[in-house]
């Protein structure tokens, strides 16, 4: 007995006792029920230090897809089976689906779905249970589905032990562990899977909770910081606004702010302002009417709107995605220009009625001298010259302002609607430049436009405004609708109403060559001319009536040809010429 005990004491093997024990099988009984304890304690103790080693390793974790890798690992190495995975719950589909594998080599396998009840697994999924066999295809106490055993049989699982992931009754998932031979799973291995099961679950949870808490923070974060940048840029668009900031300059900062190309246009579409890289390719400006930001393609497009009407949109682009806080900074920053572009137009609207109190009282010749010129500094910033040249407008006139071009905007002193009409008053041009610049415009606009000057400021600008009224009742008269001209473009017609000073001008366009000609040579052209015509245009007879040779008659006219030009006995020109002469004979 005392060498039993001494064997006992040395943690000797079973062999060794049975054999000191010798013929007392009762004392070789003991000895081996002692060792076999011996034996458990230490494969418990064993299993207790790896579990604590395991809770060590899933206390560190912070990746919940570590930690299923490193619970179906240790799973395999603690029961020393071949295969080791975990199923997880799916609540939104009521089943289990293959989450982290150990020793699996099917791909089938590694993709499988569980529903409740069905397989081993299944069934631990629906009952909160543990269940294992030696041999799972012949237990006929699962009910077999033929997905799960043609999956179970392509990886060749044969022993299976399956127990659940349960924290606080609320059911997470299954741990197994699976041989691909028949073997017995002891209650010790099914107790240990279990043990790491729980450890696992609770350690799942947490980490899932603590993963939950961190992007909680994040989008926290993200949102304050949100926060602050609408913040920021609703304090940038409201300085915009209060120091008399633009469009461009909105534009500029919602580039700036966001990163991005921008494009801003009215409600025709017509390019207001543009910051950024801007494509050459047409924005997709008509793609939205209301104040929410809208994508299209690779564009953000948002109508600037105020009081229900669309004063325009902007356009975006040059990011691939627009966060929340950003598409809200996008739409503010649409607020703004619509309320900018209602200012400028309403302050434009409040300039033209002034412009155009402003012009009748000019035109009517009722203007009060006294506050005449303070009215001019500030309505009329080219008033200071002299001379004007007037522009009548008549038709739909509407869009005519808005399309000057830059050099005719530039000299413009006045403008507004009197009479029914549009009326332009321009500084530093003549009558034929201005009806030149204007033509286009006409055609473009489908105006009649009729044009006379230089004018003084008083009685002269009073009265060229109203040749200019008759002249375009003329043209119209004349069928000459859409085009730009000035007296002198309509020859005779252009006389109708004319006053003395008109006639003089008048003839000083068509003779003026001529009659310089002779002023400077003591010649008398204009004679020649009036014989000329008085004969019926033929040099011989025009000839006998000066009593002179014809030749001389004929390098006569062939000097007035070269003064006036190869045209001048066309029948218009012809008729224009004679009528000036007759004019001239009687204002002279």
């Not at 609408?230 to 966001?258: K, M, N, Q």
């Not at 137009?345 to 000019?362: F, G, I, K």
């Not at 008659?553 to 045209?567: E, K, N, P, S």
Request: glycine share 8%; proline share 3%.
């Amino acid at each position: 007995m005392e060498e039993l005990l001494r064997l006992l004491a040395e943690d000797a093997p079973g062999s060794e006792l049975a054999r000191a024990a010798g013929e007392d099988a009762v004392a070789r009984d003991l000895a081996l029920r002692i060792r076999a304890g011996m034996d458990a304690s230490k494969k418990r103790e064993a299993e207790l230090s790896a579990l604590v080693d395991v809770a060590r390793e899933l206390a560190s974790a912070r990746d919940p897809g570590g930690v299923l890798d490193t619970i179906v690992h240790r799973a395999r190495t603690l029961v020393g089976t071949d295969v080791a995975y975990l199923t997880l719950y799916d609540e939104t589909r009521g089943d289990t689906y293959m989450r982290a594998t150990d020793g699996s080599v099917s791909a089938a396998f590694q993709q499988l779905r569980l529903p409740l009840g069905a397989g081993l697994g299944g069934l631990v999924a629906e009952t909160y249970k543990p269940y294992w066999t030696a041999d799972y295809p012949s237990d006929r106490r699962f009910r077999h589905t033929g997905p799960i055993d043609d999956a179970v049989g392509e990886e060749g699982l044969v022993a299976i032990c399956g127990t659940p992931l349960v924290v606080d009754g609320r059911f997470v998932g299954v741990l197994f562990a699976s041989n691909r031979t028949r073997r017995p799973f002891s209650r010790d291995e099914v107790s240990l899977l279990g043990s790491l099961a729980t450890l696992a679950a609770v350690t799942l949870v947490q980490v899932r909770a603590a993963a939950e808490t961190a992007a909680a923070l994040d989008q926290l974060s993200a949102a304050h910081a949100g926060v602050e940048h609408a913040a920021a840029a609703h304090d940038r668009f409201a300085e915009i606004v209060l120091s008399g900031g633009d469009v461009d300059a909105i534009a500029a900062a919602l580039a700036e702010l966001l990163d991005v190309w921008v494009v801003l246009v009215d409600a025709s579409g017509n390019e207001l302002a543009t910051a950024g890289s801007v494509p050459r390719t047409a924005v997709p400006w008509e793609e939205s009417e209301s104040g929410r930001l809208t994508r299209v393609g690779d564009c953000w497009v948002v109508a600037a709107t105020a009081k229900g009407e669309r004063l325009g949109a902007l356009v975006i682009g040059g990011a691939d995605e627009l966060s929340g806080a950003d598409q809200r900074i996008v739409e503010r920053a649409a607020v703004v220009t619509a309320l900018v572009l209602l200012f400028r137009r309403q302050a434009a609207e409040q300039s033209q009625r002034a412009q155009a109190d402003l012009l009748a009282d000019v035109l009517s010749g009722s203007a009060d001298p006294r506050t005449l010129t303070d009215r001019l500094r500030l309505l009329a910033p080219n008033h200071r010259h002299d001379h004007l040249v007037v522009a009548v407008c008549r038709g739909d006139h509407s869009a005519v302002r808005a399309r000057l071009s830059a050099p005719l905007e530039d000299r413009l002193v006045l403008s507004g609607p009197y009479g029914g009409d549009l009326v332009l008053l321009f500084a530093r041009t003549s009558a034929v430049a201005a009806a030149r610049d204007l033509s286009e415009l006409a055609k473009r606009t489908g105006v009649t436009v009729a044009v006379t000057g230089p004018a003084a400021w008083g009685e002269p600008l009073v009265e060229a405004h109203h040749q200019a009224s008759r002249l375009v009742t003329t043209m119209l008269r004349l069928g000459r609708t859409s085009e730009s001209a000035t007296p002198d473009d309509l020859g005779v017609a252009g006389l109708v109403g004319a006053s003395e000073v008109d006639v003089r001008t008048h003839v000083q366009h068509v003779l003026g060559q001529v009659l310089d000609y002779d002023r400077q040579r003591g010649t008398d052209l204009i004679g020649t001319l009036n014989a000329y015509f008085a004969a019926g245009q033929s040099p011989t007879r025009a000839a006998t009536s000066l009593h002179i040779h014809p030749n001389t008659v004929q390098q006569r006219l062939d000097r007035i040809t070269a003064l006036l030009g190869d045209g001048w006995q066309s029948p218009d020109r012809a008729l224009d010429v004679q009528v000036a002469l007759r004019l001239h004979a009687a204002v002279d």
